[in-house]
T-cell receptor
């Protein structure tokens, strides 16, 4: 994978705190969304997905919120751990296509 | 089990040369994607295969880029007359789309450098 994001927006959180990473998506026709985590030198790793007929979905320690009105997606990570340090991308899938459009990414730094 | 593998991990070539990048998806995954990622950016979609056929090649930047998946498993991305702007990490992902869930498993990528 890419050595990601020398100049990406960075979110720094204390270990144990909750993290919220935001994403504005571009296409109002998108109906499926995925959050990915990418560590340096690796490919992206699927975290959680959500369809446009939902506004919230929960996984293990993660929650994704979708606001279609303002085309906004957020990823909430509970009790952030050092292993959560990475770059996070949202990806949208426009309805009727197989392509995915990735956002620019946010670097999460977890402070001990 | 084995994940998605990509070879080579690094490829350095000269402007104008031809390169082939290989992707071995997870066994049984019918969906296969190619992306490229430049430094500081998110992956950019190139092409999607469902089985042997390219169901969506709308992301290929121009006709120098071509990809095949002849037996519905291994895929090769081919770039002709490489240009310096082609330098990037090329990522492959495979998926078994079930119930509308497209959990893509990515390989580590091939870093292509065009001198």
């Amino acid at each position: 994978g890419e050595s990601v994001g020398l100049h990406l927006p960075t979110l720094s959180v204390q270990e144990g705190d909750n993290s919220i990473i935001n994403c504005a998506y571009s296409n109002s026709a998108s109906d499926y969304f995925i959050w990915y985590k990418q560590e340096s030198g690796k490919g992206p790793q699927f975290i959680i997905d959500i369809r446009s007929n939902m506004d919230k979905r929960q996984g293990q320690r993660v929650t994704v919120l979708l606001n279609k009105t303002v085309k906004h997606l957020s990823l909430q990570i509970a009790a952030t751990q050092p292993g959560d340090s990475a770059v996070y991308f949202c990806a949208e899938n426009p309805s009727g296509t197989y392509k995915y459009i990735f956002g620019t990414g946010t670097r999460l730094k977890v402070l001990a | 089990g084995a994940g998605v593998s990509q070879t080579p991990s690094n490829k350095v070539t000269e402007k104008g040369k031809y390169v082939e990048l290989r992707c071995d998806p997870i066994s049984g995954h019918t969906a296969l994607y190619w992306y490229r990622q430049s430094l500081g950016q998110g992956p950019e979609f190139l092409i999607y295969f469902q089985g042997t056929g390219a169901a969506d090649d709308s992301g290929l930047p121009n006709d120098r880029f071509f990809a095949v998946r002849p037996e519905g498993s291994v895929s090769t991305l081919k770039i002709q007359r490489t240009e310096r702007g082609d330098s990037a990490v090329y990522l492959c992902a495979s998926s078994l789309i079930i119930g509308g869930r497209d959990e893509q498993f990515f390989g580590p990528g091939t870093r292509l450098t065009v001198l």
